[in-house]
């Protein structure tokens, strides 16, 4: 059994494992990363806890993904994904998305579902938010880093969280 810290963030977040990629990328399946020094788990990415995730986007790197554990959810709920970041402001090259599945793994097309560009920002530090509703026929979300394969620079993410929120909220436009 898991302990209960690695499994949840804040209270009220739902269960995620592994968020601040303290047991390195357990939980998380990386795709398509050829060199290793694009995708790194360090003490010196760690923004929150004792690692961190750095990402790296060059001219030379092939597009990749890191998908995390899937998150159960329910159909027409709204969810949201926090996560703290920072980069060197290289361009828009590193995303942070929301992917919905259904009962049988399949992904379902999405619907105004947005991205946070961390690899955009100039700050020391920043909480970036992801707010999207479930669509019909969606069982679980599965939060998706990706490079895009053109010079986007470098990212370090820490602390994930999803949240299901209430009724009243909205996704964000």
Known sequence: MLPAAWLRGEEGDLPLTNPGFEEELEGWT?????????????????????????????DACSSYRITSSPVAVVADAVYQITFQGTSNGGGEGIGVSMSFRDANNVEIPPVNVPKAWPA????????????AKAPPGATSLRIVITSFSTPGGEAILDDFAVSQLDSGEEPLP
């Open 30 to 58: 990386v795709t398509g990363a050829k060199d290793p020094e694009n995708v790194r788990v360090t003490a010196e990415a760690a923004l929150g806890g004792s690692k961190g995730l750095q990402v790296k986007d060059t």
């Open 120 to 131: 955009c920002q100039i700050k020391d530090k920043d909480r970036f938010s992801i707010r």
